[in-house]
C-alpha cells in the first residue's frame, strides 16, 4: 500500500445508522407532521384491529367477563410489541368521567379536553399531531364501529342486557363507558413518539 493510500470501509450495522443520524437531512416540518401521523395510524389501527380479533374469539370461548379484560390498558393485545417496535407510549382516555390535570401535562389536558369538547357537540373528530418538546403527540378518536365493542359499551337493555352489565360492573369499571350508540366516540388514543424517531422514519 502506498503511502497515499487509505483503507476506507463503509460502514454497517449500528455505525451505519449512526453515520445516517448525523447527516444533514433537509426535512421540512410537514414531512414530520405526515410521519408521525403515519406512525399512529399504525399503531393505533393495529392495536384496535389486535382487540377486536382477540374479543371475538375470547366472547364465546371464556364469556363476556373474562373477555373483558382484554379491553384493560394493560392487557391490549399487540399493544407491547408496536410500542417496542416505534418507541410510543400507548395511552388511552375516556371520552366521560373526570381527568385527573395532575397527572396530565397542559398539552394533554388541553386535548383532551377538546375532544370531549367535540364530542358533546356532536361534532367531526380527526386524528391531529402536535408537538411536546422532545416528543410529537399523535391523537385519534376510538369510535363504536363493531358488534363486539357494542356487546360492553352500547345501551344497557338492548345492547347490554342487564344481567351482563350488572355482572360486567361488578368487575370493571364501566360507569362512563356504557349507553353509547354505533359510531360514537367512547374514548381517544394517545401516542408520544420521540421526535428523533419519527424522523429516522422519514426516508432519504
Not at 169 to 184: E, F, M, P, T, W
Not at 192 to 199: A, D, L, M
Request: overall charge positive; proline content about 4%; charged content about 25%.
Amino acid at each position: 500500500m502506498g503511502c497515499n493510500e487509505t483503507n476506507q470501509r463503509v460502514p454497517t450495522g449500528e455505525l451505519a445508522e449512526e453515520v445516517r443520524n448525523r447527516e444533514i437531512r433537509h426535512i421540512t416540518p410537514g414531512q414530520i407532521t405526515q410521519s408521525a401521523m403515519k406512525m399512529g395510524e399504525t399503531v393505533s389501527k393495529g392495536v384496535h384491529g389486535a382487540l377486536t380479533r382477540k374479543l371475538t374469539a375470547a366472547i364465546p370461548a371464556e364469556g363476556l367477563v373474562e373477555a373483558g379484560r382484554y379491553c384493560q390498558a394493560a392487557n391490549l393485545p399487540g399493544a407491547d410489541s408496536l410500542s417496542k417496535l416505534y418507541k410510543a407510549n400507548i395511552r388511552r382516555y375516556r371520552m366521560k368521567g373526570e381527568l385527573d390535570k395532575k397527572e396530565l401535562s397542559d398539552k394533554v389536558f388541553q386535548l383532551l379536553d377538546a375532544y370531549r369538547y367535540s364530542a358533546e357537540q356532536n361534532q367531526s373528530i380527526d386524528p391531529n399531531v402536535q408537538g411536546e418538546g422532545q416528543y410529537l403527540l399523535y391523537s385519534a378518536p376510538i369510535t363504536l364501529d363493531n358488534a363486539v365493542c357494542l356487546k360492553c359499551h352500547g345501551q344497557v337493555g338492548s345492547d347490554v342486557s342487564q344481567p351482563d352489565y350488572q355482572a360486567l360492573s361488578g368487575r370493571y369499571r364501566l360507569d362512563s363507558l356504557v349507553n353509547y350508540r354505533a359510531g360514537q366516540t367512547v374514548a381517544v388514543w394517545l401516542l408520544r413518539f420521540e421526535r428523533k424517531e419519527v424522523i429516522k422514519s422519514i426516508p432519504d
